[in-house]
């Protein structure tokens, strides 16, 4: 099936280019389609192996260790656009691909604070260390089409458990 053609999500789709659309919004600002969401999911979302890992991620990503504190009010806006599209392991990457020292152990102060560092393997801050969360081959590649769905979700979720951990340590 096709839920893609659903009629409800049809429907939505055009709400959404008609009306949200010209002001600069989505489907996501838009309560009343999240209400239908959750209340009518099996019709959005077929009860699938990757629904339940996007349920999950997406449970976790209203919790705080799906937060993060930018130093620069301009990264948010960077991270979310061309060519990251909040995809972090490329942004951070890019950050890391820097010849000052100075920025370099900024940015390594501001990832151990963040709690970020599972971002990397084996806790080496740098960009050659950067995990391939998509299973495109590099943190830098991460087109939709290449992107291996199944083990994204699985890398973004365990994450956000480690990091949900860090944090569950700092409070006690």
């Given amino acids: ?35 239908e969401l959750v209340a009518d999911i099996e019709n959005y979302l077929p009860p699938t192996e990757l629904t339940l890992l996007l349920s999950e991620l997406f449970r976790l ?13 301009r990264w948010n806006s960077q991270r979310g656009g061309r060519p990251y599209w909040e995809y972090l392991p490329h942004f951070l990457f890019d ?14 102060t501001w990832i151990k604070r963040e709690k970020l560092e599972m ?3 084996d806790g080496k801050l740098d960009k050659d260390s950067l995990k391939d969360l998509a299973g495109t081959g590099a943190p830098w590649r991460h087109s939709p089409r290449k992107i291996n769905l199944e083990k994204l979700l699985n ?3 365990k994450i956000l458990k480690e990091r949900a951990t860090q944090y569950d340590k700092e409070a006690s």
């Fill in 1 to 35: 099936m096709n839920h893609f053609g659903y009629a409800a999500w049809e429907a939505w789709k055009e709400y959404e280019y008609e009306e949200l659309k010209p002001k600069n919004k989505g489907l996501k600002d838009c309560p009343a389609f999240l209400d």
């Fill in 61 to 73: 990503g209203q919790q705080r260790c799906n937060v993060m504190i930018l130093p620069y009010r």
């Fill in 95 to 108: 950050l890391l691909n820097t010849d000052s020292p100075l920025f370099l152990q900024a940015l390594q």
């Fill in 119 to 121: 971002f990397f393997i």
């Fill in 155 to 157: 890398n973004y979720i």
